[in-house]
């Protein structure tokens, strides 16, 4: 029989914490990144080159699998782990941040929201119970509750407005839940924007309904870094210790960094992907830009002392990128999730050592200085 | 102390062959299929994915290559099998059929072919001399002769003039072959178009300039099946037993079984893996169209005998297809690749055993007989 979901707390270093989530798919280590499967696929990655990379979860779109292929579709087809060949662990999202960033015309209501799907045209109703039937459907190991996200910055009236509805279907979330067989687990999302009153009573509201883990949602939408990570702060410091936390959408590695010093078990973000099949690594040296002509005669790999791209040049990857070959984005969509996971493992391992402010500095004066001289 | 170039024939049966080409960089089993890496990839497949399907040997495109990034500099940075992270066997083409087919602006004069770039618009000369020079840079085992490839229907005249040139071309290009570091091969090539008098006059000269290959070039440039494979067969009656023959660009899995039939060893082709971006698999069922809706929810693999394309279903190639997701590209390509290498595997245990009739019937009845039943 598959383990339920469990979070246990292994090590805490200042705010920074290190752990383990059991899930119905396996064992998550946290602090986690999650790659991002929007449509069943993280973007040009074969399933098993992800698992490779060092993931232990991604992240599945429930917008996206709704609309198509369809949540009853891969149901009957066995569920999404099957259907996408991930047998690890999935969270899925609840949709309602790609109904207000994707979807045409939509009406947000007390009942839910209905919206006009960017591919057929179809209006779809999106409610807090559809949002759980669907992402059952998929069989998801971690599902979130509909929520409402407002773009920053905003009135306070509205981000009081959609937190209070955000709160509202929380509890409607909850009691959707109990429908979904044991095993899966289901998170609450803080929301308020950047007002520190209102994350404080939206954290406080969840925290009162209780929730397997507690995400933070409506951030790196539009602030500065210092205010995404002033409200992690202060929202990290209301939440249960025993339960995992999950800022979404976040981040750079530098976030992820900041935002594990803060508190922050579990991260997603289509950073790594995106970029990496514009061309751009993340790598200790900050992020080097492979479509830089600096890079045509250079022979060295990403970094020497990685063999996580497989021993393919600068010159290569340059090459790839500038004409624009699949390849390219495959690499370095590789690379990128390679290092993101490297560097969530260097967390782990410094959090557990107790050392945690020795690697954050260490790691942020690597990626200041820069990249590697150019090659002679 | 890597091998020099070396054929041996190790089966016959009836005109098919099998045998074995030693290179600098490896054994090829023939008959082969040559994934095509026509700008130093494979398109969307990692250097490993074509080696696991059964490539012992690609084929690289001299007319990209020396455009973009420059022979010189791969050259420079260790060769096209360095540069590429493929160790094993490669064979380059000369450039001049793409020079026809790509490149804007050009004439073709005695000396060779100056055309304009179809990257930057720059003028470039392709001389034989040059095209020799070009794919020793590149470091590659098996070299292609210049050849003036003109496509069909064509007047008598102007075959026999392109004939006629590329046979002064050849000797150029085994002169300028001395050259090149020992261990590499050289391929003549036949032109004649759909004339058996000029195909016959072009492979007599050849032979008696001698080369270490030859290579049937200009078919599979849009005449029908049966004139390629009449021209396939009285070519190959005129070259020597002890060399290999390279039908060039071709072709569909039939042209390909076919053409063996016609004691042909090897083959180069993009159909695999252009088929497989636009969403078609080659099986032993023919050409599944995996964009037909009829596969939606359809939890089968392409071949449920195969576990080739990693057990990904129907129904989950269908929706990365239609969701124009990059993993469909690369899983189709890698699918088309190996039941490419497959096919040629087929291939050469049917003609060890003295088979090859039965396998070539059986092949057709499958492929004729068409898909699976749809799924109940």
Redesign the interface.
Known sequence: MPAAFQFRLIATDGAARCGEIATPHGVVATPAFMPVGT???V????P?AVRAGGADIVLGNTYHLML??GAE?IA???GLHT???WPHAILTDSGGFQVMSLAGLRKVEERGVTFRSHLDGAMVELTPERAIEVQALLGSDIAMQLDECVALPAPRADLERAMRLSLRWAERSKRAFEAVPAGAALFGIVQGGDDAALRSASAQALVDIGFDGYAIGGLAVGEPQATMLAVVAAVTALLPAARPRYLMGVGTPEDLLEAVARGIDMFDCVLPTRNGRHGVAFTRFGPINLKNARH??D?RPLDPDDAGE????R??L???V??N???G???LSQANICYYQALMQGMRAAIQAGQFDDFRRASVEQWRKGDLAPHA
Chains 1, 2 share one sequence.
Do not use: C, I, W
């Open positions: 449509q069943a696929t973007k040009g990655m074969l098993q198509r292929p579709r009957a087809l066995g259907f996408m060949n045509a005669d022979p497989g021993g393919h040049s010159a290569y340059h090459h790839l500038k004409a070959e699949m390849l984005a495959v690499l």
